[in-house]
């Protein structure tokens, strides 16, 4: 990409989509700035060759592409400084359940983007998605979009409420894959393996499967089925984690909560 980049907020999110970028070579480090008022921070994203900024007031005034990864919260106080941007930039929000509206609102701005990655996309392995406004232009979209695939996989959608939803199974999901591990690794140390092997078979458990998962041309269910023998080992944990859906429900309720807080969130962002 030829754009001029301005990230604001390096914190583990913009930090992660940060390296996919520039291990990707989608940007050049020459033509990317961090406005990071954390001093630790902004001198992990300096490694990287990037130009950083402890606010925006020393920001060249060229840049065509601003990425917001700052917490939800934040935004009300932030955004207004961004607004000499308006006229020539797109501008991309990763916060959680602030609506488009209240973007367009805060930075002046129709050419406004929701997007949700996930952390992976550091390792061009995550899942991005993203909503774009009415209002943006085509152009606009394709240039948000070729940056994100940087990171890995990347959907659009046309209905905002949409991706709240995302949020709760991309977005937050990760968080649940890794407590998977966190578990599967306690399990096997109570069942007496070593430390370091229950570390890593849980790890590589999960992810060889999730690898098989997306090689594979049969459906996950049919995958579950191949592994389980009748009256097997594997049939006798089924019956625990399939036991009333147990699973199923534990998920789903989990998948819930984390889409009712971003539509709590874009709630409250809507107050004056």
Not at 5 to 24: D, K, P, T
Not at 212 to 221: I, V
Not at 243 to 256: D, F, M, V
């Amino acid at each position: 990409m030829d754009s001029h980049l301005i990230l604001v907020g390096c914190g583990n999110m913009g930090y992660a989509l940060l390296r996919g970028w520039l291990s990707s070579s989608t940007v050049e480090p020459g033509n990317v700035d961090i406005v990071e008022p954390i001093d630790s921070l902004r001198k992990r994203a300096a490694l990287l060759r990037v130009n950083t900024h402890e606010t925006y007031e020393t920001l060249p005034a060229n840049a065509d592409l601003v990425v917001i990864a700052l917490k939800p919260q934040a935004l009300q106080t932030e955004l207004s400084s961004y607004r000499s941007f308006s006229d020539h930039a797109v501008f991309v929000s990763i916060a959680a359940g602030v609506s488009v509206e209240r973007l367009k609102f805060l930075l002046g701005s129709s050419r406004v983007l929701r997007v949700m990655p996930n952390t992976p996309t550091a390792i061009g392995k995550g899942s991005t998605i993203i909503f774009p406004d009415s209002a943006v232009p085509d152009g606009d979209l394709a240039k948000v979009t070729s940056l994100f695939k940087a990171g890995g996989a990347v959907h659009t959608v046309r209905q905002e409420r949409l991706i709240d939803a995302a949020t709760a199974i991309s977005g937050s999901g990760p968080a649940y894959i890794f407590h998977l591990i966190e578990c599967l690794t306690e399990a096997a140390r109570e069942l007496g393996l070593p430390a370091a092997v229950a570390d890593s078979l849980a790890k590589e458990t999960v992810y060889g499967a999730a690898a098989l998962a997306m090689e594979a041309s049969d459906a996950p269910g049919e995958l579950r089925r191949q592994v389980t023998s009748p009256n097997g080992t594997t049939a006798a944990a089924l019956a625990v984690l399939m036991n009333e859906s147990a699973l199923e429900s534990l998920i789903s309720r989990t998948a819930k909560a984390a889409f009712k807080r971003s539509l709590e969130l874009s709630a409250s962002e809507q107050r004056p």
